[in-house]
Nanobody
């Protein structure tokens, strides 16, 4: 059974940093594509960053240059380093995974992912 557990969320002021973690279990971690998504109240879930089995990363335009996705296969953990945070980054952040290959144009689409964590809240104040 695949389990994804996010942690690291919290409240920060604009310009601050946070690092989110997603601990994965129940599957061959290194063979999965993984991603970070977020959902603000009243808005649809959107892709933030994704990392493929080979380590190649994709980012939403809104976070490029500020967020970095990475993974540690030895620890079965996915990370999202978030710098220069803005109030508009406030949302619930979710980790997701899928065993299937994803075409580049769909890597930030929530529909491409099969397994989801419960989320961790990030709040950025101005």
């Amino acid at each position: 059974q695949v389990q994804l557990v996010e942690s690291g969320g919290g409240s920060v002021q604009a310009g601050g940093s946070l690092r989110l973690s997603c601990a994965a279990s129940g599957y061959t971690y290194s063979s999965y594509c993984m991603g970070w998504f977020r959902q603000a109240p009243g808005k649809e879930r959107e892709g933030v960053a994704a990392i493929d089995k080979d380590g190649s990363a994709s980012y939403a335009d809104s976070v490029k240059g500020r967020f970095t996705i990475s993974k540690d296969n030895a620890k079965n953990t996915l990370y999202l380093q978030m710098n220069s945070l803005k109030p508009e980054d406030t949302a619930m952040y979710y980790c997701a995974a899928t065993p299937f290959s994803i075409m580049t144009m769909f890597k930030l689409s929530p529909n491409s992912y099969r397994h989801w964590g419960q989320g961790t809240q990030v709040t950025v104040s101005s």
